[in-house]
């Protein structure tokens, strides 16, 4: 047990020295201070924590009263026990009423072990209340996962930020943070690693802005800073550090991770003048840097008006599906060492009536939120299988169709492929699934055992936008995959004159895999000249030709056949 850190207030040395006897025999290790003025209880009160006063009533000099009141002012609830003499009923009932404890007459100290141990328990109990009250206030403001203030506490600190920048005639700007492929680490690695990353993200959010700033999770992978008494121009250099800083690997479960985010920005007075409407601003920008991945993106009203979001989207995309707005683009996949065409990708594009032609980035996270891509899915195979002609240098020339992650978690999906397969009379040779990685990720055991059907049936399976996920090698090793594609970003990183160690080692690890290589997004012929050099298999992108109807690009690879014959 503790030592009993008891502070007296009392005029006699040997009525002091009774009390801590009995409080001895009762088993308290006593450390005990006497005082026996004003002064000197204050001193006493600032200088050491103690747990419990014992006060004389009557002194000469001071009085109980007068010491419990100015214990009082610092310690409401210190437990302050009186031992006095004789001083009637009345006096006590008066005494107990100022706030002390318990009043025990010096003549019998019996009372006094049981009296002081019921107080110091009670008094933990009241502590113990008080802080659970207060760690109750606390959450109501806060996250306990990243303990950053929490969506209640952020719009209370915009709403007064707003007020003060209508004052100051100062500016203030909201960024919005969505982290990219959250819910793949999540379901992929468990959600004890996903907290990990939350808890960095707040750690790296914090550190990344001023300590004025307001950093607060609102929600899931969703974070929020505002930004007080700044411009649109700091505003953007607050989002660049941010995504900056996340750049640098994770760790969750001993390995490294890649975390991206897209931010949207917007500001009051530019964008909008309540705190409803530029968060709501902020989250449209957002959702528009998702979609063209490029990290942060201000508002604009016009971006606004023509992607007005999820919902009317949404709405009109299933009458879209019915009603042919959808259409196909084809892109030709070439052997760098031959030259040969050896499949097309299909690209889908949405002619929408009002908002002009959209491109997939546009819709296609709207279609897999609303449980709408199977459907586009089924279309883009159907539409594909029948119009590209088979003419087209017959079934060598495979066809690529691009599959949303949600679709291979049906169980039947391989089925309906065959079925397809067999009513066009293609063979499964032919076709080719792109597939991301992440995909795989999000639920291991379900698509490998679709994917591994589908390989059995003879069809080709690729992983798209390879680099750009986490997947190991030996997730890698247990996908029945015939080919990977380089993502883009790393290809046109080449054209910048970037290092080329990433491609090179993708290179080497993909054919040590026993697999073929693609490059996506080849826009120069000196990055295919490099591709060629590094031992990359085959190559796609605008400096071959862009995507475009099946007409052109059969054409297109007719002229080619004929050239060079
Ligand atoms: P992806 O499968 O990685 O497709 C390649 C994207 O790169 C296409 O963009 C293509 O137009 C573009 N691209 C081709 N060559 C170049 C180049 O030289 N430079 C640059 N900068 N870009 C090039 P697109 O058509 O906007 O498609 C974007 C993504 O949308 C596709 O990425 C694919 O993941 C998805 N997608 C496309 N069609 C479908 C579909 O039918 N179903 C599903 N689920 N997703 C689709
Ligand atoms: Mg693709
Ligand atoms: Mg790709």
Known sequence: MPPLRLLQVEDTEDDAALVQLALSRAGYDVLARRVETADALRRELHQAEWDLVIADYTMPGFSGTKALAIVREQHPDLPFIFVSGTIGEDTAVAAMRTGAHDYIMKGNLTRLAPAVERELREHA???????????????????????????????????????????????????????????????????????????????????????SDTVARLGGDEFAVLLPATDVNRA?????????????????????????????????????????????????????????????????????????????????????????????????????????????????????????????????????????????????????????PRSVRGDACGIAI??????????????????????????????????????????PDGAIRCLDELHDMGVRL????????????SYLR????????????????????????????MIELAHNLGLTVIAEGVETEEVLEQLAALGCDAAQGYFLVKPGPSRDIADWIDRRDSASL
């Open 125 to 211: 109990v009241r502590r113990e209340r008080h802080l659970a009250n207060q760690r109750v206030a606390y959450l109501a403001y806060h996250d306990s996962l990243t303990d950053l203030p929490n969506r209640a506490l952020f719009l209370d600190r915009l709403q007064q930020a707003i007020l003060r920048s209508h004052r100051d005639e100062k500016g203030l700007a909201v960024l919005l943070i969505d982290l990219d492929g959250f819910k793949e680490i999540n379901d992929a690695l468990g959600h004890h690693a996903g907290d990990l990353v939350l808890q960095e993200v707040a750690t790296r959010l914090r550190g990344a802005l001023r300590a």
């Open 236 to 388: 953007e250099l607050a989002a660049r550090k941010v995504l900056h800083d996340l750049q640098h690997p994770f760790v969750a479960d001993n390995r490294p991770l890649l975390v991206s985010a897209s931010i949207g920005i917007a500001g009051v007075p530019w964008h909008a003048a309540t705190s409803d409407d530029v968060l709501k601003k902020a989250d449209a920008a957002m959702y528009v840097a998702k979609n063209h991945r490029s990290g942060y993106i201000v508002y604009t009203a016009d971006r606004d008006q023509r992607l007005t979001g999820h919902s009317s989207l949404a709405s009109s995309m299933r009458q879209a599906i019915d009603g042919r707005q959808f259409v196909l683009e084809y892109q030709p996949i070439v052997d760098i060492k031959t030259n040969q065409v050896l499949a097309v990708e299909s690209l889908v594009r949405w002619n929408h009536p009002e908002l002009g032609r959209l491109l997939p980035d546009d819709f296609i996270r709207v279609a897999e939120h609303t449980g709408l891509v199977n459907p586009l899915t089924s279309f883009v195979l159907d539409r594909a299988l029948t119009e590209w």
């Open 402 to 443: 691009n599959i949303s992650p949600r679709s291979l978690h049906h169980s039947a999906f391989a089925g309906r492929i065959q079925d397809m397969l067999e009513q066009k009379g293609v063979d499964p040779s032919s076709l080719i699934l792109e597939i991301t990685e992440n995909l795989v990720m999000s639920d």
């Open 462 to 473: 690729v992983i798209d936008d390879f680099g750009k996920g986490y997947s190991s090698l």
């Open 478 to 505: 247990r996908l029945p995959v015939d080919e990977i594609k380089i993502d883009r970003s790393f290809i046109l990183a080449l054209a910048d004159g970037e290092d080329d160690t990433l491609v090179r080692c």
